[in-house]
């Protein structure tokens, strides 16, 4: 399987050479009628460079298009669709059947009008970007895991070094996928504080802004901490799995583990640490303590805005989701996310939707703070008083 290369900004070449894009890898004929027939929409404001113009349809540079390809080439051969032909009377080639999905995931567009924009019909982008879905969830495994200890030492490092939290791993938060629901599947469970059919999406974040963990499926309607207890991330960092490297000596007496920090909604634990709540007085040290901390956290929130601009299935509402397919659409989206930082792409910085994930939802105050929990966040507290 392809190893992708490091992240690089927009006009910046990869940190480690991005692999060569091979000519024979991409179909020129079906992005040549894809261009023509989208280029000069009423009201769609495409690029002119081709470059950027493939790049706002479906999100990728042509080399990561490439890339995703090879990923799921042999699953989209392997089991040849049934009838899958445009109106050209040929069968999709593999590098067409992934433009249309990620064109459906991008623009959260209709299967009808995606479909038009491809000359295929409705049931076929359906079936397409079902198949896609499944083939690069099993395939993209290896671009959303816990980081080793020398990336995770990395990781502290470029957090401490831009926002001054030291021995910090990473940033958790949470936003809403909302949905429509039949009404014989409607519950309280799915209905959230804003009277929202949704499913939560969890997600801890490094600085780059690359997902290091999620989990998603879960009702909107129950509080962020149930849902941070019923998450594997928690197992794993409550038993030591996770979290558990190199403490930091911050001042006499005082030593730091390994944590990410989360907002208000989450319980305040040794390895999650939460803003004070603290009152209006500028010289109050508990102040610069949370500016920081809001810096990093920050950094999750702008993620998920990232995420719901980029891939915007996710930010528009869905219509009678299965709620079983349903996280399967959320974590494809989240590895795309992880795959264009992955291979040295850029993240659009006009793509966002808002300046937060979820507009209109306010946090919900969680009392739950463990002593340890209390006693680090003094250390870091006094450590930037220092």
Not at 65 to 81: A, G, M, N
Request: net charge negative; aromatic share 10%.
């Amino acid at each position: 399987m392809m190893a992708p290369p490091g992240r690089k900004r927009k006009g910046e070449k990869a940190k480690n050479g991005a692999p060569p894009l091979d000519p024979e890898a991409i179909d020129c004929e079906w992005w040549d009628t894809f261009f023509l027939r989208n280029s000069s929409l009423s009201g769609v404001r495409v690029p002119l460079d081709e470059d950027d113009a493939f790049k706002y349809f479906f999100r990728a540079s042509k080399t990561t298009f490439s890339y995703i390809c090879s990923l799921v080439r042999e699953d989209l051969i392997s089991r040849p669709p049934s009838g899958l032909i445009n109106i050209e009377g040929r069968l999709l080639s593999v590098e067409k059947q992934v433009a249309i999905a990620l064109r459906r995931l991008a623009s959260g567009d209709s299967q009808v009008s995606v479909g038009a924009a491809f000359g295929v019909g409705q049931s076929t982008v359906s079936q397409v970007t079902w198949r896609f879905i499944e083939a690069l969830e099993e395939r993209a495994k290896h671009h959303l895991r816990w980081p080793d200890s020398d990336r995770i030492e990395e990781i502290k490092s470029k957090f401490e070094g831009v926002y001054g939290l030291p021995n910090c791993c990473g940033a958790i938060d949470t936003t809403h996928i909302i949905m429509t629901l039949p009404a014989v599947q409607a519950s309280d469970d799915w209905c959230d504080q804003e009277k929202n059919y949704s499913m939560f999406l969890q997600g801890v974040f490094d600085h780059e802004m690359r997902f290091l963990n999620m989990v998603t499926g879960w009702p909107g309607g129950m509080t962020v901490s149930k849902l941070l207890n019923l998450s594997g991330f928690f197992k794993l960092s409550e038993s030591g799995q996770i979290l558990d490297g190199n403490a930091k000596t911050l001042y006499q007496g005082a030593q730091i583990r390994e944590y990410v920090v989360g907002g208000f909604s989450y319980p305040l634990l040794p390895w999650l640490i939460t803003p004070h709540d603290t009152s209006d007085d500028p010289s109050d040290p508990m102040l610069a303590f949370n500016d920081r901390h809001e810096k990093v956290r920050s950094v999750a929130a702008t993620a998920f805005a990232q995420l719901k601009g980029s891939w915007r299935i996710l930010s528009k509402v869905m219509w009678r989701p299965d709620r079983r397919k349903l996280p399967s659409i959320i974590l494809v989206c989240c590895l795309l996310h992880n795959i264009i930082i992955d291979c040295g792409d850029y993240l659009e910085e006009d793509v966002p939707l808002s300046g937060h994930h979820d507009v209109g939802y306010s946090e919900r105050y969680c009392k739950q703070s463990e002593p340890l929990g209390s006693e680090l966040r003094g250390y870091l507290t006094e450590y930037l008083q220092r």
